[in-house]
Every structure is written in structure tokens, then in C-alpha cells.
């Protein structure tokens, strides 16, 4: 019997004593991580209404001469245009207040490019012809605000030419008109009715 107590006694002192458990660590919670914002979706932005076009604004078109010469004035292109037959009796007027001789208005539109009248008349002398010439420039300049785009043949005034663009007129002395003939040249061309004279000389 103290065999068995000795036999169990060497077997319990054999027996390691089993290393103490290790106290189980302590799991710490897992730091949250900040939760990422996403970026706000972006609203689509309103469609642009669009800009309304802008109308170019439209050609004019000069306006036609009439078949008597007359001009008619655009809408808002500035005061009329006088009408080649209007510059015609005009020059007429102021010619025969000055003692023009055989004058003559010729309707030429539509058959020649460079005017719609021409204004034939005669001087007696060179200072005759140049005091015409003189006398209508004063007289659509002062009454008219017309000035000539062109005056040839001065100083000699044997034939001068006065250009007012829709009406070119002729002043001769009597040789050069009979020498040169214009007035032949438009035998069928329509004549307009001379004016009277406007200062006295009726």
C-alpha cells in the first residue's frame, strides 16, 4: 500500500505542471475609419437657351430711275434726290434769266448711260457763254444746294460742258453749236416744254 503511494507520488512529480494560460489579450475595437464623402453628384446645368440670331439686315437696292428720270428716294437714306427732270428746268430757268438763246431740254433716258438730259443753248459772245455758265452754278448752288461734278471748256467759252450727273448741259457760242450739232444728233429724242424765263424777260 505505501508501494501504490510512492508509485503515484513519482508519477504526479514526473508530471510537469502545465504552463499557466496566458490571459487571453484584449481585442481592442478596429478604429473605424472615417467614412469617405462622396462628392455630390453634379445637377446637369439647364441647357442655354439659345440666343436668337440676329437678322442682318437686308440689301437695299438703289432705286430706278423712273422713265421720265426721276429718282424716288429709299426709306431713311436722308432727304430726296431732285429728278434729272427737275435739274433740267432748273437750268433752263436760271439760263434764260441770264438771255440764253435757242434753248432746247432733251429727254435722252434709257438711251444713253451718262445722263437722262441733256440742256442745249447758245451765248451771243465768249462773256456771254461764260456769264451762263456762271448764272446757273450760282443759281443751284444759292436755291438748290446743287454743285456741278464737272465743268470743261473755260476759259475760252467757246463750247462749255457742265455736268450735274442726271443732266449735262451744252453751252455753245453759235458757231460751235452749228459746227458740232448735237442737238442733230437727237432729232427723234422727246423735248421737254422750255420754262419761262423767271425774272422779267417773258
Known sequence: MVQG???ASETALTKKPAPPSKPSATKKPAAKKPAEKKPAAK?????????PAKKSPATRRPAAPKADGTRTARRGAGPAQPSGRDT???VAAAALDKKAVDLEIIDVSGRVDYADFIVLM??????????????????LKEQHKLRP????????????????GDV????FQAESRALYDVGGLWMDARRLPVPAPSRGQR
Open 43 to 51: 445637377r446637369p446645368a439647364p441647357a442655354a437657351s439659345a440666343a
Open 88 to 90: 433740267s428746268l432748273w
Open 5 to 7: 503511494r510512492l508509485d
Open 122 to 139: 447758245t451765248g451771243t459772245s465768249d462773256r456771254h457763254v461764260a456769264s451762263l455758265v456762271q448764272g446757273i452754278e450760282a443759281e
Open 168 to 171: 449735262v448741259v451744252h453751252v
Open 149 to 164: 461734278l464737272a465743268v470743261e471748256g473755260m476759259p475760252h467759252a467757246s463750247w462749255v460742258l457742265v455736268d450735274y
